[in-house]
């Protein structure tokens, strides 16, 4: 049986509502972003609309989701943020690539659940977090998102951070003999393969003085893709894989930034944050458990230069660099997402 499955007939037995929250992690009855979107595939593709209205589809929409994850179907349903308790999100009908927030802030660690419809026949579900809905705004909507100052030292590479946080250090493998050829970089973390941050910084410090093709300033996610596949191989990979999710490399809990300014974008989650990641199993993550590899580089002569590379745990964070003052405020949130987005 698939887990998902055994899930759902978990949450089924269990007596559980929508409204009863499930500890995250919690692998009898909390569904990890994948198998939520997997579940929601298998059980809403190919269900039919008709030509109910905007209103009444998203009821019936709703009470299917129910049906699928287990939960009994509410006679009504509570205008709770988020609709779904529970499992911690929110289902959005799209009829376009227009993904419209209403009455309420884009939350980092929370799921939304986008719907895709064509013809009024549901096509294909996609789960993703506050914070990669704040990475595909294009239209300058979340113009208050965190950010940070990137302030050179005097050496080309600085480990910020020389030791993980307390937090982590019981899941750490303090040794330089582990290998990671056989492992996804994309894969959830675990304490056989989870590298110390000084590891980290050892294998990733001879990036400084390398340089790879500028593709353009309009192609910065695809220049730091470029990036993103030079840390995997350094690290030990043998495959580069990326899914968008945060952190970019979760095998190793480690966040990319490649810097051709000096302000760091770092969305709508502080690094500092305490708040805990949605991964399962038996590492309990927080945000600020996080490494985050800082990469200063110039362009010059149609080619990326690294001239800095910076590791820090998101717990030190702001205390090497500095944080901008604002606040995250959302109002009405509109957002167009890419064309190949139910596709990915």
Not at 48 to 57: A, V
Not at 91 to 120: A, G
Not at 199 to 227: T, W, Y
Request: charged fraction near 25%.
């Amino acid at each position: 049986m698939k887990n998902y499955n055994r899930i759902a007939k978990n949450i089924s037995k269990s007596g559980l509502t929508i409204y009863d929250p499930v500890k995250i992690g919690d692998p009898d009855l909390w569904f990890t972003n994948e198998e939520l979107e997997q579940i929601l595939n298998e059980g809403l593709q190919d269900f039919s609309l008709g030509s109910l209205p905007i209103r009444t589809r998203s009821r019936v929409v709703k009470e299917k989701v129910c049906q699928v994850l287990g939960y009994p179907v509410p006679k009504s349903f509570k205008k709770t943020q988020p609709r779904f308790i529970g499992q911690d999100f929110d289902t959005y009908v799209q009829k376009s690539n227009n993904l419209q927030i209403w009455n309420e802030e884009v939350i980092p660690s929370r799921r939304y659940v986008l719907i895709k419809v064509i013809d009024d026949v549901i096509s294909r579900v996609r789960v993703v977090s506050g914070e990669e809905i704040a990475k595909l705004d294009t239209t300058g909507t979340l113009t208050q998102k965190y950010q940070a100052r990137l302030i050179p030292g005097s050496e080309p590479f600085e480990l910020v951070s020389p030791h993980d946080t307390d937090h982590l250090k019981k899941y750490i493998r303090e040794t330089s003999s582990v290998q990671l050829a056989e492992s996804n970089p994309v894969d959830y973390p675990n304490p056989k393969t989870l590298l110390s941050i000084e590891e980290i910084f050892n294998r990733l410090k001879g990036l400084v003085g390398i340089h790879f093709p500028d593709i353009g300033s309009d192609q910065e996610r695809n220049r730091g893709a470029e990036l993103h596949r030079l840390v995997c191989q350094h690290l030990g990979y043998s495959d580069f894989k990326d899914n968008g999710q945060f952190p970019d490399v979760r095998h190793q809990l480690l966040e990319i930034k490649l810097q051709t300014s000096p302000t760091i974008d770092l969305g709508l989650v502080r690094p500092n944050s305490l708040d805990m990641l949605n991964i399962p199993g038996e590492l309990k993550i927080r945000h600020s458990d996080v490494r985050y590899a800082l990469f200063n580089a110039k362009i010059n002569d149609g080619n990326v230069y690294i001239t800095h590379f910076f590791l820090v745990t998101g717990e030190k964070f702001f205390e090497r660099f500095p944080q901008f003052q604002g606040k995250v405020v959302n109002k009405k949130l509109q957002i167009p997402l890419p064309r190949d987005f139910f596709e990915r």
